[in-house]
């Protein structure tokens, strides 16, 4: 492979609205809508200069939220920064910042649809 293995991620939400707002809400960002014909997306921002993968919250009549076995991890600078805004956001933390060993540190989330995310750092 030529590539970091992931290119993209999609997130499956039942209220755009309340997603967008617990995403930017934690993670500190904006979402830009992404024009598509079926489905409504809304794309975390990405850098092609950066290494990483971006991806979009969808909400598409087709796919349920929660209980699926993707489980996406946000890089961060600390990621006790980002498990500190989960509950004010609309979420739920699962797990509390842990270590990771040499792989540095984790935290888990639950966002308001039921789906379990990771927040990953260094430090």
Known sequence: MRVNPV??????V????????FYEGVLQVQLEKLAGPEFEMWVFGMDPEKTGASGALVQAECVASGGNSTLVYFSCEDCAQEESRVVQSGGKVERAKMSIGPYGFI?????????????????
């Open 107 to 123: 935290s888990l989330a639950l966002d308001p649809d039921g789906n379990m995310i990771g927040f990953h750092s260094m430090k």
């Open 7 to 12: 290119g993209w991620f999609e997130i499956y």
């Open 14 to 21: 039942q209220d755009m609205n309340r997603a967008k707002a």
